[in-house]
């Protein structure tokens, strides 16, 4: 028999979130540097981006516009598959997914 995939609410209720200033301050960024959405969401600025162009540790990977498959995998899937996928070549996972 195959595996029921869970819905997005059961994976999202076992989840455990932290904080984005924590997110971010592992990755080298201040709260200065975040335009905080409350506790767990920020958005960064055009500066701060540009601010690490020629910073030789990390990559920025924008997934946007993607039509969501019939089982319901969009850009939220691809972004958390990417990010495991980059874990697993490096121990550090430091995603803000």
Known sequence: M?????????????????????VA?????????????????????????????????GKLVLVTAINPTPAGEGKSTVTVGLGDALAKRKKNDDRAS
Not at 2 to 22: L, M, Q, R, W
Request: proline residues 2%; hydrophobic residues 35%; without cysteine.
């Open 2 to 22: 195959a595996n029921k995939v869970k819905s997005d609410i059961e994976i999202a209720s076992v989840a455990e979130i932290k904080p984005i200033t924590e």
């Open 25 to 57: 301050e592992k990755i080298g960024l201040s709260v200065e540097e975040l335009e905080l959405f409350g506790k767990y969401k920020a958005k960064l600025s055009y500066d701060t981006i540009h601010s690490l162009v020629n910073k030789e540790d």
